[in-house]
């Protein structure tokens, strides 16, 4: 499998995973800005809609979106339990989670790094964030992960959280928050890929 990633991105996440999973991956860097690889491909014939990540399998179909190459690399290894099994109730709490991390706080987020938007208008975005974020606080305060033990959705929160810093958003505003920020980034695996990705 290769990993199509920027650094900064949202495609830590499934890197993650891939490490967490110890599956086989080739790490292939794309600059956002030319939409090339690091080699000089046209990431725009890997993946048209020219964003990371993008997953390429060894049969080479390419999928794309956070939340499905999570639960797709999951389900290659589901005795690592990083997602409830597939048909289960669980597992949709898993999407509701997901969905929720993807729209809410990926988007949320995503909408700030825009310089088209007046700062007037991101005062009201970071608003609504701030009561999303106030939704996971509450969860996290209970228990360490989102579904009780560590998961593809917990991978892909501290990503996107890892942004907050960037918009001058303390995420000691909510304790529970910023310790399971602590929580992800010590584990061995997290290391490792944001290692992998600074090189």
């Known amino acids: 499998m290769k990993l199509y990633y920027a650094p900064h991105a949202c495609s830590l996440a499934p890197h993650i995973v891939l490490r967490e999973l110890d599956l086989s991956f080739e790490l292939i860097r794309v600059d956002n800005t030319t939409k090339r690889t690091a080699s000089g491909e046209d990431f725009l014939a890997i993946n048209p809609k020219g964003y990371v990540a993008a997953l390429q399998l060894d049969d080479g179909q390419v999928l ?4 499905a190459i999570l639960q797709y690399l999951a389900d290659l290894r589901p005795e690592a339990n990083l997602a409830p099994v597939s048909g289960t ?11 929720f991390v993807s729209t809410e706080i990926h988007g949320g987020l995503g909408w700030l790094f825009s310089a ?11 608003a609504k964030l701030f009561k999303r974020l106030a939704v996971l606080s509450q969860t996290l305060e209970r228990q360490d992960y989102l579904l009780g033990e560590f998961s593809v959705v917990d991978a892909y929160l501290f990503t996107v959280l890892r942004w907050a810093h960037l918009f001058a958003i303390d995420l000691n505003e909510w304790p529970a928050l910023a310790r399971f920020q602590t929580r992800v980034d010590q584990r061995q695996t997290v290391k490792a890929a944001l290692a992998a990705e600074s090189e």
């Open 64 to 67: 794309t979106e956070g939340p």
């Open 89 to 99: 109730f669980e597992r949709v709490r898993l999407q509701e989670w997901l969905n």
């Open 116 to 126: 088209q938007i007046p700062d007037e208008v991101k005062v009201l975005i970071k």
